[in-house]
């Protein structure tokens, strides 16, 4: 299923790419207690799929079933950005402007090559 994954995402394959890490993530991840790494950057990637498909209601079960189990990270950077519930059109200027500092603080820690995760970390 690794490998599986990993195509799709890379093809930009959303749906099929979501449905197959949604699978694995069931199949390794412990339903409650702090992540791994390895099952945080799981975590993160599903996400991630989740928002190229534009499947919000998995966003926000993903919000509730992992917020607050991640170690702290870039995964945990990643995947709080991702979820973050959008804007209503009530939302005031303080918290829009705070979703854009998060993701600018996201991105920022993208493009440091110093951040980025060793390469036998990133195949995992």
Known sequence: MKLESRLELERHQWHPAESTLEKLAAATIPASGRLTRREAHLVAQLAGAASEANDA?????????YKGRFPPGQDADLFATI??????SGAGL???????????????GLSDPASEPSSKAAGQ
């Open 94 to 108: 303080s918290s829009a402007l705070k979703q854009i500092a998060a993701i600018e603080r996201l991105g920022a």
């Open 57 to 65: 209601p998995e966003l926000a079960a993903l919000r509730a079933q």
């Open 83 to 88: 979820t973050m519930p959008p804007l209503d």
